[in-house]
């Protein structure tokens, strides 16, 4: 994410000089954060920092256990995290479509996405019948088909330095009423989950989104809140403009501001203290339960001589807190996994993929990143069973039980 990296740096360190900002609706006051309801659209996510949404989390997943079959307890649930990475997001499109020409590819209880992995999320959700969709978007498209650069002045005077309206027209066109329809099917028939992550920038938390739900609603309102939750997420700061969402608040209108999920986390799979509330409810869940994570990155350190200048150093110091903090939230993952004894299996991008990158949605770095993830795929990936350095750095020294 080199060339969108600068440019937030740039926006960034230009703002500083004091530049007029865009007018927007008040946000909602700090003491009233978890009050605030789409209009129309209650209950439809949840701010997982605090308990009363975990608490709410889990009592939706009560309710949709209403419409499980005692058969489905015998057999095992599978959930999919995908990451968020930019274009790198090709190499998860690739490896899906991969797993599932292969024939062993299961249908996901839960799929969760962030950033890029907002944008296959919902495609993976509804599986093989939506392949050719992220085949195309991430063989096809090019840089104009995600945003139009707007020109380095009305990037700092505006919100962003590109306008993602190619993105949202690309959202639409495949995120329609039809395939609203299916999501809520499988959300209201078969308590399948599909959760997307944003960033409230005013607030500073991450927030969750119940896709299922949304789309259960059915309303064009429904519709296009589904297309701007994608589009949030994948929202990169000062590279793109955020989107807002009006709220209420006890009948007063509001405004809350959100980015890319990836401002507060790199993947999720879900909140580690769902599980204690899930055994406060005595729900039973599936004895056998694996979760897929795969993150649209290398996990290796990537050497890079840094020219010495400002911008060039801070951008390199970006790049590294974003790897970093990617490594992180899997070592929170398999933790969790650990304590709910969850299967976990990681897949990523491997030290042996080497092709140019010039720019940021390069169609041939995409398509050649697309090929390597589907030859893993379709080969019959090895999943890791650890995050990276996990297993030789603590586990190989623990008493063997």
Avoid at 34 to 50: D, F, H, K, N, P
Avoid at 269 to 298: C, E, F, G, T, V
Wanted: hydrophobic fraction near 40%.
């Amino acid at each position: 994410m080199s060339s969108l990296i600068r440019l937030t740096v740039i926006c960034s360190i230009v703002f500083l000089t004091a530049c007029s900002s865009l007018q927007r609706k008040a946000a909602v006051p700090s003491d009233q954060m978890g009050q605030a309801q789409i209009a129309g659209l209650s209950g439809v996510r949840y701010m997982v920092a605090s308990q009363a949404s975990i608490d709410q989390m889990a009592s939706d997943i009560e309710a949709g256990f209403k419409v499980r079959s005692a058969a489905s307890l015998n057999s095992a649930a599978n959930y999919l995290s995908l990451s968020g990475g930019g274009d790198d997001g090709a190499y998860g499109a690739g490896l899906l479509i991969g797993w599932s020409e292969r024939g062993d590819r299961p249908q996901f209880n839960l799929v969760t996405g962030i950033s890029t992995g907002a944008l296959i999320a919902p495609f993976a959700f509804m599986g093989k019948e939506y392949d050719p969709v992220l085949r195309h978007v991430y063989t096809q498209v090019g840089p104009e088909d995600i945003y139009i650069e707007r020109g380095l002045i009305s990037g700092i005077l505006g919100d962003g330095l590109s306008d993602t309206t190619p993105l949202y027209q690309l959202i639409s066109k495949y995120v329609d009423e039809k395939f609203l329809k299916k999501v809520a099917d499988e959300y209201a028939t078969k308590n399948r989950w599909l959760l997307i992550g944003t960033t409230n920038l005013d607030a500073g938390v991450p927030v969750v989104w119940n896709m299922g739900r949304i789309a259960s609603i059915g309303t064009p309102e429904a519709l296009e809140l589904f297309r701007k939750i994608m589009l949030a997420s994948a929202s990169i700061p000062g590279a793109f403009s955020p989107m807002l969402f009006d709220v209420e608040v006890a009948g007063k209108s509001f405004q809350e501001m959100h980015v890319d999920g990836g401002a507060i986390t790199q993947v999720f799979l879900y909140p580690s203290a769902l599980s204690a509330r899930a055994q406060d409810l005595k729900l039973k869940l599936q004895k056998q339960r694996n979760a897929y994570i795969i993150r649209n990155s290398r996990l290796d350190p990537q050497w890079r001589e840094t020219e010495r200048g400002t911008l060039s150093i801070v951008q390199r110091a970006i790049s590294s807190l974003i790897q970093t903090q990617g490594v992180g939230d899997l070592y929170r993952i398999y933790h969790t996994t650990q304590l709910d004894g969850v299967g976990f299996n990681l897949a990523y991008i491997g030290s042996d993929f080497k092709f140019p990158h010039k720019t940021e949605f390069d169609t041939a770095y995409m398509q050649a990143l697309f090929d390597y993830g589907y030859r893993q795929g379709i080969a019959g990936k090895e999943w890791q069973k650890y995050p990276p350095g996990y297993k030789r750095g603590f586990d190989e020294n623990l008493p063997k039980k």
